[in-house]
Structures are given as structure tokens and as C-alpha cells.
């Protein structure tokens, strides 16, 4: 709808400004107020950074329609003025944070937990002191419950991947070590340094019974191939990479499912983690093609329901104890991959 608008707006010499993909949602929502006043394109295409997020973030905390008085504001208002219009109040430090956001608008709902992280001393005075601030960090700290916001975790968000699903894997370990969740957050959160924390979760880990069972024959509409021959020949058909595993199948460290009836085909990949259980690493069609939205979700539904979550659950807990073991041999966590036992 306003692409003859913007079109217009470009049709002049003048200095592009900040581009317009970057703004996402935020043009969306403006859509209205620029029919109605096209001259707020000009703003848009001068928008740097920090006004950027700063309208991003007003209009996460403001309903839906939009005046072409208040798309002014928004624009070209002090920033107090914009704040208290949309949140009510200045976050501490917001400044700062504005700056080290990303380079393009972030999801509505990652600016509203951006402003309640501000409004907690423990996770302000973390994000502050940050150089960049993206989604997945939001996303991370906002799952955290207060027994777990302290120095020594929020230390692992600069060293450890996955620490976005950090409390999901906490909870896959409470899980499986048969603890309350909440006493395992409180034991963890009462811990003042990172080498504790990834210690304590290491002796549990290893107080873990060994895993003497394979996952389950039939999980939803997947079925367990146990045949080297029917593997093979799925591999060859699908043209992927299937047949590479099947001496882990023998061994008993993966599994692999298929569609039965293979109506909606597709294939599972689930691996066995140390004495933490076993995981859903990947779900792919033939020729490893994606699977569509809700067939992907029933997939992950499926095997969770079975007691086998996804592997990214687990990415915090078993990076931190990676890192422990390859810093105490003098070596620095890199990139690894989630199933390093093929």
C-alpha cells in the first residue's frame, strides 16, 4: 500500500537515509498515518539507529492505531517525551542500549521484555555493559526466573551457545535427575562463579543412571527403522545422508524415524547425550528438504510427549560443560557439533 508513496518519496535527489527494509512491522503499522500524511516518509528514510528502535519500541507498547500526529511524535519528539508517552517512564540506560541493538527492527514483543529486563537492577546493569544486544540475548534473559539472574549465569550468556534455552535445559536435567525444578534453580542460582555453576551441573550429570533403553518403536505417526537395509535404502531414495549413521544405529547411540504411512514424508534424527537422555537433533523431507510450519510443530510435540525433547534444549548444559573440560586443558569453546559422537 505504500510502496506509489515511497516511490514518490524517492523520485527526488535527496539523501537516502537509514533504508526502509530494516524497519520491518514498524511500516506496517504506519501504514495509515503515511496515506494519510506522505510526508512521514521523508522521516522514515532519516531514521538512524537509535530512533529506530526507540519508535520500534514505542509503538510495541502502543495499540494499534496510529495517528499521523502521533507517527510525528514518534519521529521527531524528545526521547523522554516518546518514552513517557509509550512506556510510562524512562527504562535506566536506555540511551545506551538503544545503540547497541541490531541493525534492523526486532519483534514487537522482544522490545517489551527489552524494557522489563531495564526495569531490573541485576539485568540492566548486564545489559549496559554490553556491546551488542540482539534478540536471542532478550529472549534469554527474559526466561530467566530471579533465583537465576545473578552474576554467574549472566556471565555464561558471553561464552556458552544456546544460554537463550538455558532454564529449559535445567529443566530437562531436573527432569531426568528426578529434582524439583525449583530447588535446582535455587541450588544453581546460589552460586557466585561460572566454574561453580558448570561444576555443580556436571556432578549432576554424571550422577545421571546410564541410559539402557532405546527410545520408543512408535512416536505419534513416526516409526523407528532399526534395518540397516530399510536405512539404506531410505538414504538412497531420499538422496541424503541417512546411511552415514548406521553404525550408530547398531550401537545404539541414535535412532532414526520415519513417517508411517508416509503420507507427509519425513524422517527424525534422535541421538543419545551422555546420561542426559535422549534428543531430537533434526526432521527433514526428502532430499533434507524443510518441513513445513505445522508439521514441524506436530513433529516436535510428538516426540516431547514421548520424553524426547529437541537438542537445542540441552545446548546450554552441554556447552557449559564442554567449556569447562576445554578450558581446563588449556583450550578456548568453540563451534561444535550438537551430536559430537558421529
Not at 122 to 137: M, N, P, W
Not at 196 to 223: E, F, H, M, N
Not at 314 to 339: N, W
Request: proline share 7%.
Amino acid at each position: 500500500m505504500t510502496k506509489p508513496i515511497i516511490d514518490r518519496a524517492f523520485g527526488r535527489l535527496r539523501k537516502p537515509g537509514f533504508l526502509l527494509k530494516p524497519l520491518g512491522w514498524i511500516l506496517d503499522r504506519l501504514t495509515n498515518a503515511i496515506e494519510t500524511k506522505p510526508s512521514l516518509i521523508e522521516l522514515l528514510l532519516d531514521l538512524d539507529l537509535a530512533r529506530m528502535h526507540l519508535t520500534a519500541l514505542a509503538l510495541a507498547h502502543l495499540p494499534s492505531d496510529v495517528s499521523p500526529d502521533l507517527a510525528l511524535t514518534l519521529l521527531q519528539a524528545p526521547r523522554k517525551m516518546v518514552l513517557n508517552l509509550s512506556v510510562g517512564h524512562r527504562p535506566v540506560g536506555i540511551d545506551r542500549v538503544l545503540h547497541q541493538l541490531p541493525l534492523k527492527v526486532l519483534p514487537a514483543d522482544t522490545y517489551r521484555k527489552l524494557v522489563e529486563l531495564l526495569n531490573d537492577s541485576v539485568t540492566a546493569k548486564f545489559l549496559h555493559h554490553r556491546r551488542s544486544i540482539d534478540e536471542q540475548i532478550v529472549a534469554g534473559l527474559s526466561t530467566l526466573p530471579a533465583a537465576l539472574r545473578r552474576p554467574a549465569i549472566l556471565a555464561m550468556f558471553d561464552r556458552i551457545p544456546g544460554m537463550e534455552l538455558f532454564v529449559e535445559g535445567l529443566r530437562c536435567l531436573a527432569d531426568r535427575a528426578s529434582l524439583p525444578f525449583m530447588a535446582l534453580t535455587m541450588e544453581v542460582g546460589s552460586l557466585t562463579q561460572t566454574d561453580q555453576v558448570a561444576a555443580k551441573i556436571k556432578q549432576i550429570v554424571d550422577s545421571l543412571p546410564l541410559i539402557d533403553t532405546l527410545p520408543p518403536a512408535k512416536v505419534g505417526r513416526y516409526r523407528r527403522i532399526d534395518q540397516i537395509a530399510e536405512i539404506q535404502t531410505l538414504a538412497k531414495v531420499w538422496q541424503n545422508c541417512l546411511a552415514n549413521y548406521v553404525s550408530n544405529v547398531s550401537t545404539g547411540t541414535c535412532a532414526i524415524y520415519r513417517t508411517d504411512p508416509p503420507d507427509q514424508p519425513a524422517a527424525c534424527f534422535v541421538y543419545r547425550q551422555w546420561r542426559l537422555g535422549w534428543f531430537l537433533q533434526q526432521a527433514k523431507g526428502p532430499r533434507n528438504i524443510d518441513l513445513p510450519p505445522d508439521h514441524l510443530a506436530q513433529t516436535y510435540m510428538a516426540f516431547a510427549a514421548a520424553g524426547i525433547p529437541r537438542s537445542s534444549s540441552i545446548e546450554a548444559i552441554k556447552g557449559l560443560i564442554l567449556d569447562t573440560e576445554l578450558r581446563r586443558d588449556g583450550h578456548v569453546l568453540e563451534d561444535y557439533e550438537p551430536y559430537d559422537d558421529i
